[in-house]
Nanobody, 121 residues
Framework: QVQLKESGGGLVQAGGSVRLSCVAS????????MGWIRQAPGKEREFVAG????????YYKDSLKGRFTISRDNAKNTVYLQMKDLKAEDTAIYLC??????????????WGQGTLVNVSE
């Protein structure tokens, strides 16, 4: 079992930046990939970014490359999502996810509760 807890969401103005954090527990953190998925109001969930266990492989939704950066600190059991130049269409609940199965690209089995990022214009 893996438990995930996100933080860092809130209200931000368009053009601004925010960093989300997710702390994991339950398994050896460096052994599994992590990622971020988002769900906007009235829309399906979509993949945002992923990172391998050692941080050596990164995955991004193509349209978010350059604005979003995923990283991890294995000593802190934490994965981050740095978002910049935010737009109204980035408004969503952002969920942290874990892939313990070792697939490439990651296929997530565990999910956090999510944190809301609300971008105002």
């Amino acid at each position: 079992q893996v438990q995930l807890k996100e933080s860092g969401g809130g209200l931000v103005q368009a053009g601004g930046s925010v960093r989300l954090s997710c702390v994991a527990s339950g398994r050896t953190f460096s052994n599994y990939a992590m990622g971020w998925i988002r769900q906007a109001p009235g829309k399906e969930r979509e993949f945002v970014a992923g990172i391998s266990g050692n941080g050596g492989k990164l995955y991004y939704k193509d349209s978010l490359k350059g604005r979003f950066t995923i990283s991890r600190d294995n000593a802190k059991n934490t994965v981050y999502l740095q978002m910049k130049d935010l737009k109204a269409e980035d408004t969503a609940i952002y969920l942290c996810a874990a892939d313990v199965g070792g697939t490439d690209p990651p296929q997530f089995e565990y999910w956090g509760q999510g944190t809301l990022v609300n971008v105002s214009e």
